[in-house]
């Protein structure tokens, strides 16, 4: 049986020197190359066989947005007040936690502002990256997949990813404070994912985990910010991202009852590994960096914020039950909910799957009905 240690380097989940010990080495580099190792795929069978991917292209063709006129970039933004409008969720990072005897037991207003401020460039940057993995993967999805419909499909996602990374690295520029680099646990899922050279793999990591989580993720963002502009931004790349997220389960679906039970056992290993790294990545390690303060101290007390794993879980709440509609959970000894139960994140395996949902989140046409 493959352990923790073989697939994430660490026998324990929370074992912070192992998760510090990877870094973003390189933080000036400005290209950074990938090898490729999938079969690039054409098919002479134009045949329109899958009706699920029929009716999301059509629906991705009507739902096109143009980040330039649909979103009014002349909304100014400041920054600072909106995280002190925030701060009586914010106040401290670590929740209800004890902070005497630490660093943070000194901290004034400011410190915790300067904190929310970093932690949104942060957020965004990281969006950011993404969202150019989703557009470098799925580009890639378009050269191997092996079904005509898949391919006119994901031509659209290009296209959408283009438009949030466009999106996200202009808000960033224009109405923030500073970038961050790629986080070092999410530049080594988006590598793994890139150079495996199973094309089903490319949609688990990208439309199932990544996709699933940053829709999760969005969501949460969306609600919680009173800013207009990062608002409307959000609901549209949402509405675009549960599309792309249902583009997964609606391919992967059929695909999967074909595999065998080793094959399988890949995907839920891959699932659960990709799962590891994005809740890694999630700490924030870059941001204690940038604070100046005792990057471990900082995380020790942040995994001990009983708020904080629930803020975490709710990332995980596309992706459970969008591995249960494949199957994964369960398949085989159900080795992944065993995993995903271990990771506090099994509660959500009956919330809707996004196959079903995307439909509701597509707030570009609803705003076009109005
Ligand atoms: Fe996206
Ligand atoms: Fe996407």
Known sequence: MTSNYDMLGRDELNDLEAILSISNSDVDEVIHAVRANSDVLFTWDYERSKPALIKLYEKAKTSQWNAE????????VDQEAEVRKNQNANKSAFGEIDLKGTVFSTWGEDDWVKLGVEMQNWSLSQFMHGEQGALICTAQIVETVPWID?????????????????????????????????????????DDIISDDRWDMTYLGMQIMVEGLALAAFGFMQQMSSEPLLKKLLRYVMSDEARHVAFGVLSLQDFYTELNSKEIRERQEFAYEAA??????????????????????????????????????VLFSKIVPNCKKLGLLDAGDGWLRTKFTELGVIEYEDWVDTGAEYDSLDAVSQDRTA
């Open 69 to 76: 006129t649909d979103l009014d970039w002349s909304i100014p």
């Open 150 to 190: 898949a391919k006119y499909y994901a031509a659209t996602q290009v296209m959408d990813e283009a438009r949030h990374v466009e999106v996200f690295a202009r808000y960033l520029d224009t109405k923030l404070s500073g970038h961050y680099p790629v986080n070092a646990h999410l530049k080594m899922l988006l």
């Open 276 to 313: 590891v790294r994005m809740r890694d990545r999630f700490l924030q390690q870059e941001v204690w960096e940038r604070m100046g303060v005792d990057v471990k101290e900082a995380l020790t007390l942040t995994l001990a914020d009983p708020n904080r794993n629930a803020f975490s879980g």
